[in-house]
Structures are given as C-alpha cells and as structure tokens.
C-alpha cells in the first residue's frame, strides 16, 4: 500500500534528475550544492528499494494452489 505522501517511483527519479543537472551545471552555492547531494543520495535509494521490490514481486508467479512461490525457468 503507497503511503499518502509517498511520491512515485517516476516523481522521485525525475526529481533525481533535476537535481543532477543542478549540481552539473556547477553554478550553485556549495552548502546548497551538498544539501542537493544529500537529497539526491537520499532520492536514489528509494528508487532502488522501489526497483527492489518490484523486481522481488516480478520473479514470483501463483502456483495451482493459489499461493505465490519463486519463478523458475526450466532448462529441459
């Protein structure tokens, strides 16, 4: 369940990327420039727990008993 405040996965990576081009660019002061990297570290590891999880849901299918077990790929 996303919490009410919870931005989405494309809003923080879009932000992320906002603030990339700032601080490229070069031209900021840096006590705001080390605020925006903060921010930026802190926006990248939601993205990659949110990667996570969806890559954690994408590997599991619904077995005939209807419960959720691991996708495997057999090699026969």
Not at 17 to 29: A, M, S, T
């Amino acid at each position: 369940m996303v919490k009410e405040n919870e931005k989405s996965f494309e809003n923080n990576l879009e932000e992320l990327e906002n603030i990339v081009k700032k601080l490229e660019n070069g031209d900021i002061p840096l006590d705001d420039a080390i605020k925006n990297f903060n921010q930026a570290m802190e926006l990248s590891k939601k993205c990659d727990e949110k990667l996570k999880q969806a890559e954690e849901a994408l590997t599991k299918i619904v077995n005939d008993d209807n419960e959720l077990e691991d996708f495997q790929v057999s090699e026969d």
